[in-house]
């Protein structure tokens, strides 16, 4: 049963407290990505990985940190410089896009975090 | 990549055919259109993407103007099960996407 995996559902930490959010996928995708959605709002790209042990930032990297050590996984940690951490955080992979064409992403279920 | 514009929100009537446009004016040429939805707290879903040629597949079918300045996202006999916002996006730099705001389309019986 293919798909991508974001664990927990919900999660909340102390204000100052780094926090890592999970991603696996089974896909064989080689693209990961990570996002924010605060309420009423679009989904804006924290950073993007089209490669093992390479990423690169999105439009909303500062107080954010991710590793890229396995095709599968890609962690995102929340730093405690990140000023309004409060968010549904998602995850998506894709085929590596080739060239200029784009490949539709498969997302997960998402985690909600909140900071006390 | 090129900026969308949608309407924030749209009603449509169970069984009626759901009309969602986007505007993409400033496209290039080698730029897809891709649409998605996030039903309520959950991740999105992908629909239906095309370059220049209408598509259609299980779920909608997707007309895009010769000019390719704009599209409109079809679902051709809405549930209630098809509110949710929908986004439209449009993309040719590998990697990167930007969602927007979306449109938040009601199904009402």
């Known amino acids: 049963d293919g798909g991508i995996t974001q664990s927990p559902k919900y999660l909340f930490r102390k204000e100052g407290q780094n926090v890592t959010l999970s991603c696996e996928q089974n896909?064989?995708?080689?693209?990961m990505y990570w996002y924010r959605q605060d309420p009423g709002q679009g989904l804006r790209l924290i950073y993007y990985?089209?490669?093992?042990?390479?990423?690169q930032k999105g439009d909303i990297a500062e107080g954010y940190s991710v590793s890229r050590e396995k095709k599968e996984s890609f962690p995102l940690t929340v730093t405690s410089a990140q000023k309004n951490p409060t968010a549904f955080y998602l995850c998506?992979?894709?085929?590596?896009?080739?060239?200029?064409?784009?490949?539709?992403?498969?997302f997960g279920p998402g985690t909600r975090l909140t900071v006390l | 990549d090129a900026k969308t514009t949608q309407p924030p929100s749209m009603d449509c009537a169970e069984g009626r055919a759901a009309n969602l446009p986007c505007n993409h004016s400033?496209?290039?040429?080698?730029?897809?259109v891709y649409w998605y939805r996030q039903i309520h707290s959950q991740g999105p879903q992908y629909i239906i993407h095309?370059?220049?040629n209408n598509e259609t597949n299980e779920m909608a079918s997707l007309i895009i103007t010769e000019d390719r300045k704009s599209s409109t996202l079809i679902l051709p006999h809405a549930t209630l099960r098809d509110t949710a916002v929908y986004y439209c996006i449009v993309n040719g730099n590998a990697g990167k996407s930007t969602f927007g705001d979306g449109t938040t389309l009601t199904v009402k019986p």
């Open positions: 095309g370059l220049k």
């Open positions: 896909l064989n995708h080689d693209a």
């Open positions: 990985s089209q490669i093992v042990n390479d990423f």
């Open positions: 400033t496209i290039s040429g080698n730029e897809y």
């Open positions: 998506a992979s894709s085929i590596r896009p080739r060239g200029v064409s784009y490949n539709e992403q498969f």
